[in-house]
């Protein structure tokens, strides 16, 4: 009998990578067994199609050899055998919210003596070999799927379900199902109370010894998914790569033929300057928001900097409290002036940049990400829940725009992240040290502030310590580091990531710290990690000299990495 690879993957310590088939055609499923998929599962749940199209996809993926498997409309044994028959070499059943529920769903999959499955394999025998019956018990996986309220109630009992390979989690079900409404569905779940529920179904799987599986609209929510222990990752929906697909090639030609004044001509225009280069026809169009010291600092590099000018151009500057302070600079191209930032759209921007405060992304982040990839500077919008959720859902809608997170003063942001995706993050504490001059705050951290000035205190004054949620809307220009390394440390997140803001009025920098330590491991040492950053800063300056090269690179490095949050 073919062997089922997930099984022989797992027996060797590796996770598998599912992709997922909503499309009821047998070409586009030959299409996806054709990568690197370990397994591909064919939803007959939601997806546009039935057992008449699911058994010619079954036919178009055998000659890959993966591990096909079905998920079923509903828990009904006849619905069941009959996916198995054709060629299932698993089955994901929805809505199993009890241990009889899952009883009858591992019979229906099982023949006798293990379960009541009826012998009929009229084609998965052509496909897996003479010998399947003999095998299919020990090759064939049962996998339920934990989605409600009820089904987190009876965990324990059904994790512990004789016959039963693993679970698997909706997180969009799940979610309207333990919140009851209370939070829209979604995949990569990030609230702390959703994020328990998924860490103990996870918990009760491996306690029971079987496997779990979760469903993931990122790849980099999946990699997360394997470095907390999960044995199985769905992360490619045939029709959301279609329509990211198509959506990024659209936009790329409209925003090409809106920077040519609309569709090209059948002639040639007569010249009138030097030809264009291949590089000037590459240049990605940036938005940029704001027009304070960084902004204008950007503005020029894009005009002046030889690097930049061969690789970017401006598309828009809008500066949406004073519109006069772009309009009246005469260093600015004729005609990038935005005044109304709610009309950035029409510009055709590929990249559009934050530089003026956390309000821009609450207030536009999401609308931005339909249009654009968006490097926000004020990462400190992302300590408010809604805000982080809002742009994280419209960077995975499928448009294929992305959020950048700058670097910027946060050395070993990917090596943070890394160790987040292994799971092997213990502890992570972000110390900003900086003269008083340098910080601009909100009550009632200024209050503290003032004090410490009208006091004459010298040296170091810790002015807050904690959670970087509930420090980031008290100091939002000056602890934009601190959130980058939340966001790193996304097993950790606002909530668990330590900030620490100092004031010291004989500093004449700023100075980064970044403490990070490995998970507890019992008998060993923990690893631990310590840089400091001493960055110098005129005096009243917000951001130090060395940011600005730093965020030059960012924007730089921003883009073509399709939809998600990267650093750069």
């Known amino acids: 009998m073919l062997r089922n690879s997930v099984k022989r993957l797992w027996a060797s310590g590796r996770p598998a990578i599912n992709g997922w088939l909503s499309i009821g055609n047998g070409h586009t499923a030959e299409i996806m067994a054709n990568h690197d998929f370990d397994s591909l599962t064919i939803d007959m749940q939601h997806g546009a199609l039935d057992y008449a199209a699911a058994l010619p996809m079954m036919q178009a993926m055998r000659a890959s050899e993966k591990t096909i498997m079905a998920r079923v409309p509903w828990n009904e044994p006849g619905v069941i055998m009959k996916a198995l ?37 009229t084609r998965v025998s052509l496909a897996a070999g003479p010998d399947y019956a003999a095998c299919a018990n020990d090759e064939v ?32 079900d799940l979610t309207l199902g333990v919140m009851q409404g209370a939070l829209p569905p979604g995949f990569d779940r990030e609230e702390p109370e959703m994020l328990e529920v998924i860490h103990r179904i996870l918990r009760a799987a491996k306690g029971a010894g079987i496997r779990a599986g979760i469903h993931c609209g990122t790849p980099e929510y999946a990699a997360r998914a394997i470095g907390w222990g999960f044995d ?22 409209r925003q090409l033929l809106a920077a040519d004044g609309g569709a090209p001509s059948r002639s040639p225009p007569r010249s009138v300057g030097p030809p264009a280069t291949a590089a000037a026809a590459r240049r990605r ?24 000018r061969e690789r970017l151009e401006l598309a828009f500057v809008c500066n949406p409290r004073t519109p006069s302070v772009v309009r009246d600079d005469p260093s600015l191209p004729v005609g990038v002036a935005l005044d109304a930032l709610a009309d950035f759209a029409s510009r055709g921007a590929d990249l559009i940049v934050e530089v003026a405060h956390p309000t821009i992304s ?28 809002a742009m994280r859902e419209a960077s995975e809608s499928g448009q294929g725009h992305g959020i950048y997170i700058p670097s910027g003063a ?22 900003m040290k900086k003269a008083p001059h340098h910080l601009k705050l ?91 950053r001493i960055n110098p800063a005129a005096k009243g300056a917000v951001t130090g000299d060395a940011t600005y090269a730093s965020f030059m690179s960012s924007m730089l490095d921003a883009g073509g990495r399709g939809g998600g949050l990267h650093f750069c």
């Not at 990752?233 to 959506?247: E, H, I, Q, Y």
């Not at 050395?411 to 972000?430: E, F, K, P, S």
Request: hydrophobic share 45%.
């Open 85 to 121: 028959d054709a060629g299932a070499y698993g089955i994901i059943c929805p809505m199993v919210n009890s241990r009889a529920e899952a009883d009858k769903f591992v019979s229906a999959v099982r023949y006798p003596p293990l379960g009541t499955r009826s012998f009929g394999p």
């Open 141 to 172: 996986l049962a996998l339920a799927m934990i989605e409600t309220a009820e089904a987190v109630a009876n965990l324990e009992e059904i994790v512990r379900t004789p016959g039963l390979d693993g679970v698997y989690i909706g997180p969009a």
């Open 232 to 253: 199985l990752t769905t992360v490619g929906m045939d029709t959301r790569l279609l329509a990211t697909s198509a959506a990024t090639i659209l936009a790329k030609v």
């Open 285 to 308: 169009r940036v938005g940029l928001v704001g027009y304070g010291a960084v902004g204008r600092y950007l503005a020029r590099a894009i005009q002046q900097d030889p690097v930049c």
């Open 362 to 389: 609450e207030q536009y982040g999401a609308q931005f990400l339909e249009h654009a990839d968006y490097l926000p500077s004020s990462v400190t919008a992302f300590a408010n829940a809604e805000t982080e959720r």
């Open 410 to 431: 946060l050395w070993g942001a990917r090596d943070i992240q890394n160790m987040a995706h292994r799971g092997n993050l213990g502890g992570l504490t972000v110390t």
């Open 442 to 532: 909100q009550a009632p951290l200024s209050h503290k502030l003032d004090e410490v000035v009208a006091s004459g205190a010298t040296g170091e004054t810790v002015l807050f310590e904690g959670p970087c949620r509930e420090l980031a809307p008290l100091a939002p220009n000056n602890t934009n580091t601190i959130a980058a390394a939340a966001l790193a440390a996304h097993t950790l997140g606002m909530d668990g990531t330590i900030g620490r803001l100092v004031c010291d009025p004989s500093l004449e920098a700023h100075i980064v710290e970044v403490e990070v330590t490995g998970a507890a491991n019992p008998g060993a040492p923990a690893f631990r990690c310590v840089t400091q």
